[in-house]
C-alpha cells in the first residue's frame, strides 16, 4: 500500500484550507434552509 | 410529436453518445476503461455525479410530487451539504491513497476478503435492482406519446447505453454526461419559463406564488418531528446525511465518479460543486411541479393524468358521474382562485381568509372525485392503489409545450436516464470485474484480458437492467421506490465503512458479522414496522457498528477504539 505521501494533500483555490471550504459549506447551508423556512412561512 | 420535435429529440441523442465516444478515445487499458487514467477535471466530475444521481425520475416524479404534495421534498437534500464535507475530509484522500479501482477494494486493505465480497455482493443487488428502474422511466414517456409498448423503449434506451458504455468506458460516461446535464439545465429553464408565460394574463408570478402557497404547494420546511413523515427538516438533516453519505461514500457508481479525479484536490473540489448546487437545482424542480399545479387552476387537466387508465373507466358506468362532478369542481376552484386573488389585492384581511377557506375546500374536493377516479381504476380492473404522479408533468408537456421544447424536454428525460443507467452499468460492470472475476476467478491475466472482461461485464449489467425494468411498473412513485430500494442496504454499507475509518481495533470478522445483522434489522423494521426509509440508513448503521464493536470486545479484542 502507498504511504500517505505518496499523493500530496492540495490546498482548494479558494479560502486557503480545506477546513475553511467546509465551514462556508455548512454556513451555506444554514442559510439555504433559512431561506427555505422564511419562503414557506410568507407563502403558506 | 410535430417533425421538428423528433429531429430536436433524435439530434441531441446521438450528438450526446458521439460526442461521449469522440472524448474516449485511447481507452484501451483497464486503468483508462475503468477509471479515465486519473485524468478527469473536477467539472466534469461534478456533472457527472450531479447526472448520475439525476435520473429521468427525478424530472417525471419530482414535479408530479410538488403538484399533489408540495415542496416537501426538497428537504430530503438537506443532509447533502453536511455528508459531503464529511465526505471530502476522510473518504476521498484515503480512496485516492489507497489506489483503488472500486471502494469495497478498500475494505479488503483494511480488514479482509469475505468483508470485501459481502459489500461487493449487497452493493450488486442494490443497483442492479435500481438499474431496472432508472431504465423504467423514459418508457413511461414514450408509452404515453406515442403508445409504444414499454419494452420496446426500454431496450432501445438500454441497447444506446450499453454501446457506449462498453465502448468507452468510464470516459464516455464522464464526458456525455457534461453534455446531458447541460441540456438538463437548458430543459429546465425553458419548461419553467413556458409555464409562466401560459397561466393567465391577470395572473402575475407574485399571484400564482401566493395560490401555489395558499394550497400548500411551497411548504418546503416542515419543522415537526415525526418518525413515520418521510420528509421533514430532521428527517432530511439526520436521516439524509446517512443516506447520502452511504450513497456518495460507499456506492461505487458514485465513488467510481470522483475516483476518475487527477489530484484530490479536484475529487473534492467535484463534490464541494454538488454540495452547493443540489439543493437550489432540486427546489428548482419541485418549484417547476408547483406552477404547472397553478397552470391547471385555470386550465382543466385530465381527471387522470395517465391516458391508459382515463381509457379504462371512461368503459364504466360511473365515469359519467365522476366526470361531471370534477368539472363543476373545477370550475368552483377556479373561480374560488380568481376570487382570492382579488381579496389578496384588496388587502383586505378578513375577506382574504374566507376566500383561503374557500379555495382550498374547492382543492380538497377537486382532490375527492380524483380519488374517486382511482378507485374505479381499480374496481375496472387495473392496479391496486392507482397513482399517477408520475404522468402529471409529461401531461403538461406534450399537451401545452411550443413545437420544438417539446423535443427538448423529451430529449432531457432520455438524458437524464441515459446518463444515470450508464453511471449505474458502468459500476456495476467494475465491481464484478475488479472484486468478484479479478480476485476469484481469474487472478493472473493479461491487462487486455480484464479490458475485454470489462467491456463484457458492462454488456451483461446493460441486458440485466433492461431485463429487470419491466418491474417499475408495480413499484408506485419512482422516485421514492429509487430511494427505499437504495435505503435498504445503504446502511450496512455505510456502518463497514464507518467502522474501516473510525474504528482502527474493529477486525475482519467483527465487521463482516455486523454487516449481516444490520441488513437484517433493517429488512425487519421495512417488513414489520412503518418507520420511513430515510431512518433505515441511520439503524443499518448503527447496528452495524454496535454489533461489530461487541463482537470485537467479547472475544477478548479490547483495542476497539474511536480513531
Redesign the interface.
Given at each position: 500500500?502507498?504511504g500517505?505521501r505518496?499523493?500530496?494533500?492540495?490546498?482548494?483555490?479558494f479560502l486557503g484550507t480545506?477546513p475553511r471550504?467546509?465551514l462556508a459549506?455548512?454556513i451555506?447551508?444554514g442559510l439555504?434552509?433559512a431561506i427555505?423556512?422564511g419562503?414557506?412561512r410568507?407563502?403558506? | 410529436m410535430s417533425t421538428l420535435d423528433w429531429i430536436v429529440l433524435f439530434g441531441t441523442l446521438a450528438s450526446i453518445v458521439t460526442y461521449g465516444l469522440y472524448r474516449s478515445r485511447g481507452s484501451n487499458t483497464v486503468d483508462r476503461f475503468l477509471l479515465a487514467g486519473k485524468t478527469m477535471p473536477w467539472y466534469a466530475m461534478a456533472l457527472s455525479i450531479m447526472a448520475t444521481q439525476a435520473s429521468a425520475v427525478t424530472f417525471i416524479s419530482t414535479t408530479g410530487q410538488s403538484y399533489v404534495d408540495g415542496m416537501r421534498f426538497?428537504?430530503f437534500y438537506?443532509g447533502l451539504?453536511?455528508a459531503?464535507?464529511i465526505l471530502?475530509?476522510t473518504v476521498v484522500?484515503v480512496f485516492?491513497?489507497?489506489?483503488v479501482f472500486t471502494a469495497y477494494e478498500y475494505l479488503e486493505?483494511r480488514f479482509d476478503s469475505k468483508t470485501r465480497a459481502l459489500a461487493s455482493v449487497i452493493f450488486l443487488c442494490q443497483r442492479g435492482l435500481s438499474a431496472g428502474l432508472t431504465l423504467y422511466a423514459p418508457a413511461i414517456v414514450l408509452s404515453a406519446i406515442l403508445g409504444w409498448p414499454d419494452r420496446v423503449t426500454i431496450a432501445l434506451m438500454g441497447l444506446t447505453v450499453i454501446m457506449y458504455t462498453s465502448l468507452g468506458g468510464v470516459k464516455a460516461v464522464t464526458w456525455s454526461d457534461v453534455q446531458q446535464m447541460c441540456i438538463i439545465f437548458l430543459g429546465l429553464v425553458a419548461s419553467l419559463v413556458t409555464v409562466i408565460v401560459l397561466l393567465p394574463h391577470s395572473i402575475s408570478f407574485p399571484d400564482a406564488?401566493?395560490l401555489?402557497?395558499?394550497a400548500?404547494r411551497?411548504?418546503?420546511?416542515?419543522?415537526h418531528f415525526d418518525w413515520n413523515d418521510r420528509f421533514t427538516?430532521w428527517s432530511g438533516l439526520i436521516g439524509g446525511t446517512f443516506l447520502f453519505l452511504s450513497y456518495f461514500g460507499c456506492d461505487q457508481s458514485q465513488v467510481q465518479r470522483y475516483l476518475t479525479g487527477s489530484?484530490?484536490?479536484q475529487s473534492?473540489?467535484s463534490l464541494?460543486f454538488n454540495?452547493?448546487a443540489k439543493?437550489?437545482m432540486q427546489?428548482f424542480i419541485l418549484f417547476i411541479g408547483a406552477m404547472v399545479f397553478v397552470f391547471y387552476l385555470f386550465v382543466q387537466p385530465p381527471v387522470l393524468f395517465e391516458q391508459a387508465a382515463l381509457s379504462r373507466i371512461q368503459t364504466s358506468g360511473d365515469y359519467g358521474a365522476v366526470n361531471d362532478q370534477y368539472a363543476r369542481a373545477f370550475e368552483q376552484r377556479k373561480q374560488a382562485a380568481f376570487q382570492l386573488i382579488e381579496a389578496h389585492h384588496a388587502h383586505d384581511s378578513a375577506l382574504e381568509s374566507r376566500q383561503i377557506a374557500e379555495y382550498r375546500s374547492a382543492q380538497r374536493a377537486i382532490d375527492n372525485v380524483r380519488d374517486r377516479a382511482a378507485k374505479l381504476v381499480e374496481t375496472t380492473g387495473g392496479e391496486r392503489g392507482f397513482s399517477d404522479t408520475n404522468y402529471i408533468f409529461l401531461s403538461f408537456v406534450t399537451r401545452y409545450l411550443p413545437v420544438g421544447l417539446v423535443g427538448l424536454v423529451i430529449a432531457v428525460m432520455f438524458a437524464a436516464t441515459m446518463s444515470a443507467s450508464a453511471g449505474e452499468i458502468n459500476s456495476l460492470a467494475t465491481v464484478s470485474m475488479i472484486d468478484l472475476y479479478r480476485r476469484y476467478f481469474r487472478k493472473e491475466a493479461s491487462d487486455h484480458h480484464y479490458l475485454m472482461a470489462s467491456r463484457w461485464a458492462t454488456i451483461f449489467w446493460g441486458a440485466y437492467a433492461i431485463a429487470s425494468a419491466g418491474f417499475g411498473r408495480k413499484l408506485g412513485s419512482l422516485i421514492v421506490a429509487v430511494n427505499v430500494l437504495g435505503s435498504l442496504f445503504y446502511g450496512s454499507l455505510l456502518g463497514v465503512f464507518g467502522l474501516a475509518f473510525f474504528f482502527r481495533g474493529v477486525r475482519g470478522t467483527a465487521a463482516f458479522w455486523g454487516m449481516l445483522a444490520g441488513e437484517a434489522v433493517v429488512f425487519w423494521a421495512f417488513f414489520f414496522t412503518g418507520i420511513s426509509f430515510l431512518w433505515y440508513n441511520v439503524i443499518g448503521c448503527a447496528v452495524v457498528i454496535a454489533t461489530a464493536l461487541s463482537i470485537t470486545y467479547a472475544t477478548g479484542n479490547s483495542q476497539a477504539h474511536v480513531n
Open positions: 500500500m502507498p500517505p505518496d499523493i500530496p494533500d492540495e490546498p482548494p483555490p480545506w471550504v467546509y459549506v455548512l451555506y447551508l439555504i434552509i427555505c423556512y419562503f414557506t410568507a407563502l403558506e | 426538497v428537504q438537506f451539504p453536511i459531503m464535507v471530502c475530509a484522500p485516492h491513497r489507497a489506489k486493505q406564488m401566493y401555489a402557497g395558499a400548500g411551497l411548504n418546503a420546511v416542515t419543522t427538516l489530484s484530490i484536490e473534492r473540489l464541494i454540495a452547493v439543493i437550489p427546489f
